[in-house]
């Protein structure tokens, strides 16, 4: 299952430039990240399973009529993606961005952008590794797509923010949060009660 992240659409534009199918793409109509099962029978919004298998099912942030999505860092959590037709996965290129802080910089890993693969990769052997971020297409099937990511294990802390860019076209901003915390369950982590604490805004805690 995948994390309900919701878009924002640009009044100037609906069409992102590219091509699915010989016709212009245009991602996500609705612009929403939803949930999608295996099957593919119908997206449905459940915020709660990146929370659980982040433990992070206990904060409040992710209950609600707008959640946030509270990961934490070298963990993995997927996102649905939907599309206004079918979707040919060669035909223009997927980007993932993410950001963190005012002004964000690839030097200081605060602007992260991922080229996301042409293809399916089920067994996310791409994930094995913490050092930085990955990711994957887990699934694809007319105009769904479902892609796996995972942040280092030393991804800054704070209030991140998402975004998809197809082809040449706009950027798409995600209006949902993404919180980005500590992980006391990772390895090597030096102290896991001060790790834990010191990363959780206190309004976040239920």
């Given at each position: ?19 699915a ?22 997206p ?5 399973d ?10 409040k ?10 990961l ?19 035909s ?9 802080g ?32 990955t ?22 802390v ?49």
């Amino acid at each position: 299952m995948s994390m309900l992240l919701e878009f924002t659409r640009s009044r100037s534009s609906s069409m992102l430039m590219g091509h699915a199918s010989g016709k212009r793409a245009d991602l996500c109509r609705p612009l929403l990240f939803s949930t999608v099962n295996e099957r593919m029978e119908k997206p449905r919004a459940a915020p709660l399973d990146n929370a659980k298998t982040n433990n992070t099912q206990l904060y409040k942030a992710v209950y609600g009529a707008y959640p946030s999505c509270v990961l934490r860092r070298g963990n993995l959590f997927k996102v649905g993606v939907r599309f206004s037709q079918f979707f040919e996965m060669e035909s223009v290129p997927l980007q993932a961005i993410f950001t963190v802080g005012k002004r964000p910089s690839e030097r200081d890993g605060t602007l992260v952008t991922l080229a996301v693969p042409n293809t399916v990769d089920r067994e996310g052997r791409v994930h094995e590794t913490t050092d930085h971020w990955t990711v994957s297409v887990s699934f694809h099937s007319n105009d769904m797509m479902v892609l796996k990511f995972r942040s280092p294990s030393r991804a800054p802390v704070g209030k991140w923010s998402m975004s998809l860019k197809l082809g040449d076209g706009e950027v798409r901003p995600a209006k949902t949060p993404i919180y980005i915390i500590c992980n006391p369950w990772l390895p090597g982590t030096p102290n896991p009660r001060i790790c834990y604490h010191a990363s959780e805004p206190a309004n976040m805690r239920r």
